[in-house]
């Protein structure tokens, strides 16, 4: 049996791996195909298809975007981008910036509420143009501030905490459109925990091509649940760790792991948008 992980993150977003060893991770874990899915980004995607080459595993380019419809946050991940798409390039890029934005923001909260964090030690550790609420926690761990990841998030971070900044995001239509022109296909990421199987219609009909049944953070009955429900709008299956390295505990990639049936299915359905679509 084959078997995939199609959701994992390295440190060109928030998670703590190179490409180099994520792929090491995926070759111990056993997996014959990984999909890069970093935040609202590709820009990881180049390295690890190298490392993979030189292994011998199959690679998927992708990205999670981070969008939302009617006021609900709703992750779409792309599979199969063009990852020179120029639409798709600019567009993330206005992201990013947002992103960066947001850290002055939350950086400017904390020290309101008497958190002496400096926002450059925050960018020196994400390094990254996609950078998020974990690297602020990091940074807070690191320079002895908080005593716990979890604890930033719980104080400060999380969703109507004091430094919680609000983000702008793409509309969940439009990154499924954005996808496609670049030539992939859009999932919904993890639908069990954004509590957001009302907007699942919408999507479906604005294209959306699969949703993501398996996930660290799904029980076996809403596995199960969603599977229905792809059944019900002929929708592809897809799976995955969303392992983000050290960042929280132990890595998660190899705790998910997709039947590689699953693959086929994505890359058969691929092919209807192999000549990349007008913007
Ligand atoms: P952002 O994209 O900046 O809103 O940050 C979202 C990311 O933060 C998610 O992708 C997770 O990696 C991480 N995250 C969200 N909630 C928590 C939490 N309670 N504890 C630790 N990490 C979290
Ligand atoms: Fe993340
Ligand atoms: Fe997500
Ligand atoms: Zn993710």
Partial sequence: ????????????????????????????????????TDHDTV??????????????MEFISGSELTAEHEDIEVHVLGYFLDTQNQVLLDRIAQFQSVRQQRIHEMVAALNKLGVPLQVETVFALANCKSPG?????????????????????????????????????????????????????????????????????????????????????????????????AETHHLLVTGGSDCHGFSKNKPLIGTVRLPYAHVEKLQAARQKFSAPHGP
């Fill in 1 to 36: 049996m084959k078997f995939a992980d199609l959701h994992l993150h390295t440190l060109f977003s928030d998670g703590t791996f190179t490409p180099e060893e994520l792929v090491l991770h995926a070759q111990k874990s056993g997996l014959s195909c990984i999909a890069l």
């Fill in 43 to 56: 820009e990881g995607c180049a390295r690890t298809a190298a490392a993979c080459a030189a292994v011998q």
């Fill in 133 to 229: 609420r974990p690297h602020v926690a990091r940074a807070m761990v690191k320079e002895k501030l908080i005593g716990s990841l979890d604890e930033a998030f719980e104080r400060y971070l999380k969703k109507g905490r004091p430094a919680w900044v609000p983000k702008t995001k793409m509309s969940a239509l439009e990154s499924v459109h954005l996808i496609h022109q670049a030539g992939g296909l859009a999932v919904m990421a993890h639908p069990g925990l954004n509590r957001s199987d009302e907007i699942i219609p919408a999507l479906v009909a604005a294209g959306l091509d699969g949703i993501e049944c398996f996930h660290t953070k799904h029980s076996t009955v809403m596995s199960e649940r969603y599977l229905e429900i």
